[in-house]
């Protein structure tokens, strides 16, 4: 399997009749798209804003974030949501916009959305300050229930981004190329080195708290064999509103940043074997079984270490620390991420649960500190949402126009891959 992934680097969007990059700038036509997102007759209306580093400007409340990608050969990026037919992603050449998103607003869909400045110190918490932002102001048809409105503005999202994707088939690039060889060759690739393996956890929990893997609900399926080149072609994708500070967007499932060090390290320090994707679900009796596949196909891949990630916070620990567990007792030496809910003032029980063979974690950091957010010049979706959305209050606006926060209101702020500027150190 290969993969070249070529990367148009965005500096700056503007709006125009003409659709094409330029110089770094990507210009788009606004009522091309509108009309793209129309054909969905569930959507009532759709505008487009744009929203760049180091502006005024707070974004509210942010469903989705995602990187423009799309096929220039081999397929097509995100398999399994517009056609019947599909097949196997992560070959051929597909081309991503890097350094900007298209970034979904509007009413909000669950309380868990967040909130994106674009400069002050909500920007310091979060790296999606630092992307140009193609903003999707979406409302649902009024006879939408909430879970068909999840899935329009989803879908709209990923629709928008594989085609302002296509703009940028004539530009500049910088390749990366990937190859991804077979178990067997991977095992006997680098002998010498120790066989790392990814337990890549995401949320499967009904009440808008899911993940779709070639387009199916990853509640329908069990821990599955993955490979890192299918995640960087949108092979996983977010459909969840879980706390928007640990929530994986889909702009994290392309850009893992558990995945991008393993490749870093591949060959050097490690030999990267493979990914388990791990649905998180909701009862014991699934976490159960969902640990024995897990831990048997890490076995398969011939793990001697793991990394694991997690996703949301609550019940999602125990699938974190009970597939450690399994792990270490079967010799393969883990390290696991999470973040920390200890309180406004730090001093509450971290994580709601935990085992003694967790012994190696790296903290993203505690969500409940609270942050006070200076007002923006402009807002882009409705302010006033903040007040239902997880770490805001009925008390979180302020009467100068600033906004009181806990920081996992703030979309990104301790991602559970570690792509994330917050981490924790030991006094």
């Not at 037919?85 to 070959?91: A, F, N, P, R």
């Not at 390749?175 to 393996?197: F, M, T």
């Not at 490749?263 to 990914?275: A, V």
Request: glycine share 10%; with cysteine; charged share 25%.
């Amino acid at each position: 399997m290969n993969l070249e992934l070529r990367k148009v680097a965005i500096k700056d969007i503007q709006f125009s009749e003409e659709c094409k990059v330029e110089n770094g700038c990507l210009y788009v036509d606004p009522k091309k798209l509108e009309e793209l997102v129309l054909e969905d007759s569930r959507v009532k209306s759709v505008s487009f804003d744009i929203a760049r580093p180091g502006e005024s400007v707070r974004i509210v409340p942010v469903k989705d974030v995602i990187e423009p990608r799309a096929k220039l050969e081999g397929g097509e990026t995100f398999p399994g949501l517009f056609r019947e037919d599909m097949q196997e992603v992560g070959e051929g050449i597909t081309v991503a916009l890097s350094g900007m998103a298209v970034t979904s607003t509007g009413p909000i869909v669950g309380f868990q959305e967040g909130v994106i400045d674009m400069m002050g110190p909500g920007a310091q918490y979060t790296k999606y300050s630092e992307l140009c932002h193609l903003v999707m102001i979406i409302e649902k048809q009024d006879y939408v229930d909430q879970h068909d409105h999840e899935e329009v503005v989803r879908l709209a999202g990923i629709k928008v981004a594989k085609e302002v994707a296509t703009y940028g088939f004539e530009a500049e690039y910088e390749a990366e190329h990937y190859e991804w060889k077979s178990i067997g060759e991977k095992y006997d690739e680098y002998p010498e080195l120790p066989r790392v393996v990814y337990i890549y956890n995401v949320m499967a929990q009904g009440l808008l708290h899911d993940t779709y893997f070639y387009g199916r609900d990853a509640k329908v399926m069990v821990p599955t064999m993955v490979t890192p080149l299918e995640v960087m072609d949108g092979a996983i994708i977010s459909g969840n509103c879980v706390s928007p500070g640990s929530k994986t967007t889909t702009y994290m499932h392309q850009n893992n940043a558990v995945i991008e060090e393993l490749f870093k390290l591949h060959g050097k320090e490690i030999n990267f074997m493979g990914i388990v994707v791990n649905p998180l679900m909701t009862t014991l009796k699934e976490k159960f079984r969902d640990r024995m596949l897990t831990v048997r196909e890490a076995k398969m891949l011939g793990a001697q270490g793991a990394i694991i990630s997690q996703e949301g916070f609550g019940n999602p620990t125990t699938d974190l620390m009970i597939v450690c567990q399994e792990l270490e007792q079967n010799g393969v030496k883990v390290v696991i991420i999470t973040n920390e809910d200890a309180g406004v003032d730090g001093m509450s029980e971290s994580l709601p649960d935990s085992v003694q063979e967790a012994n190696a974690i790296v903290s993203t950091g505690n969500s409940n500190a609270t942050v006070m957010l200076p007002a923006m010049e402009k807002t882009i979706g409705n302010l006033k949402e903040v007040e239902r959305v997880c770490g805001g209050n009925i008390t979180s606006i302020q009467d100068d126009g600033r906004l009181l926060l806990e920081i996992h209101g703030i979309m990104g702020s301790h991602n559970l891959q570690g792509n994330t500027k917050l981490g924790a150190i030991t006094l």
